[in-house]
């Protein structure tokens, strides 16, 4: 015998079912009125992205991340507690007297943003469209604290890496430790602000692969910059900040850049019809990609076909004939012994289309043009080489080093061209072939 329920309380029934649906999915606050727990969703406004307590696979763990909330795989952007999960279902985010924002199970304080506020309980938390978990203040609607701050292994459109200069705050990439651990690994990736500023890869204290310097076009060392339509890179370097930023021509899409566990840095962007992110775009994709493939004073150049992809660089020989000859270049080149480039009618080469030498040590001058670089070179005779700052508008600025240049590569595309001093004898040889 099938058993009726009767109309009316069916009626209740879905509209109670209804009326709470929109209320679970249109959540994107915390106040100290309405705390988060496991188990809750935050949406923001448009539903790109969603907040929430999840489990890294083959993991009991208990984090709470940001992840998009329309792709078919959960892909997580960001981590509140990476290094501090909770090991079962008692998290609580929520928004204390003190007006900030705090994760704790039971009175075990896990996680706090631990700033400032002006008054107590005049805040809330938000997640933003792009990504981005805001603390807001109620009464100016000031934002007190916010995840872009504070990035884990994502880069994301609108989120700053560099540095803060009025605050000290330093925003770089790192690394899970594992597919399966969130934790903090040994890999980053960070904007170094020394001589001109450059954004590089590392394992630990050990570089292993840099964008180049900024030319105000895009970072030397990825020439991709110039060509794509996907996105615009935006750079400041002022006396408030030195910092960059992506923005997406399509804003509608999903675009981010994420710094694997294994070291891998890559660029994705959504597949529409698979509602899946793909690659497009890795670092470190041929030998000479590779920081300091070559030593000292060498040009990595895997196009050349000659088998070895490094050459000294002009007026310079290997400092070991023996590794040399082993296809082993990491020993770098010294001057060639008697050789005299101080004051001795000693002159530049033009070497074309490369990722100029690492420019944390490098000179800028923006106000001279590149006739003028060439002077101030030539009249130090501890300057070896230097190039355009800006070549935005046909070459302009001096950017300029006084030391062995490091991490030199022949670009398939793009590039600049660097002008490297060499002695009186060198020099004559190459005006006699050019001619």
């Not at 770089?172 to 690994?185: A, H, I, M, Q, R």
Request: charged share 20%; with cysteine.
């Amino acid at each position: 015998m099938k058993s009726h329920m009767h109309p009316v309380k069916m009626f209740l029934q879905y509209l109670l079912l209804f009326l709470m649906l929109p209320l679970c999915s249109s959540t994107n606050t915390i106040t100290p009125n309405q705390p988060f727990r496991d188990g809750d969703l935050l949406v923001s406004k448009q539903s790109r992205f969603a907040l929430g307590f999840f489990s890294p696979r083959n993991s009991t763990l208990r984090y709470i991340g940001v992840w998009y909330n329309t792709i078919r795989e959960q892909t997580v952007v960001w981590i509140l507690n990476r290094d501090h999960p909770i090991n079962d279902n008692s998290g609580v985010l929520s928004v204390n007297t003190f007006g900030n924002l705090l994760l704790h199970r039971g009175n075990t304080h896990v996680w706090s943003t631990n700033v400032s506020i002006s008054s107590v309980n005049a805040t809330v938390a938000q997640l933003l469209d792009t990504g981005n978990l805001v603390l807001i203040q109620n009464d100016d609607k000031r934002v007190v604290w916010q995840s872009f701050d504070h990035p884990t292994d994502t880069m994301l459109p609108h989120m700053k890496l560099g540095l803060d200069r009025r605050t000290g705050l330093n925003r770089f990439l790192t690394s899970w430790k594992s597919p399966e651990d969130p934790g903090t690994g040994e890999y980053s990736f960070k904007l170094d602000v020394n001589g001109s500023p450059q954004l590089f890869l590392s394992m630990g204290s050990k570089w292993i692969w840099r964008m180049g310097p900024w030319n105000c076009l895009g970072f030397v060392g990825v020439p991709e910059m110039l060509t794509t339509f996907i996105f615009d890179i935006r750079f400041w370097n002022t006396g408030d900040e030195v910092s960059m930023e992506f923005t997406l021509v399509n804003s509608s899409t999903f675009s981010s850049i994420k710094l694997g566990s294994d070291g891998l840095y890559q660029r994705y962007t959504l597949d529409e019809r698979n509602r899946q992110l793909v690659a497009i775009w890795s670092a470190a994709r041929d030998p000479c990609d590779n920081y300091g493939r070559c030593g000292l004073n060498s040009n990595c150049d895997v196009y050349t076909g000659a088998g070895f992809e490094c050459t000294c660089l002009a007026g310079f020989e290997p400092k070991s004939q023996r590794d040399w000859s082993l296809r082993d270049g990491s020993g770098g080149c010294v001057r060639i012994q008697g050789t005299n480039t101080c004051r001795s009618g000693e002159g530049f080469i033009k070497i074309a289309g490369v990722k100029p030498p690492d420019a944390s040590t490098a000179r800028v001058n923006e106000s001279l043009n590149l006739e003028g670089c060439k002077k101030e070179c030539l009249n130090d005779c501890n300057c070896r080489a230097y190039t355009s700052a800006d070549v935005s508008t046909g070459g302009s600025g001096c950017l300029s080093w006084y030391g062995d240049l490091m991490d030199i590569g022949t670009l398939a595309q793009g590039g600049q061209d660097l002008f490297v001093r060499v002695d009186a004898i060198i020099l004559g040889m190459r005006s006699y072939l050019q001619n």
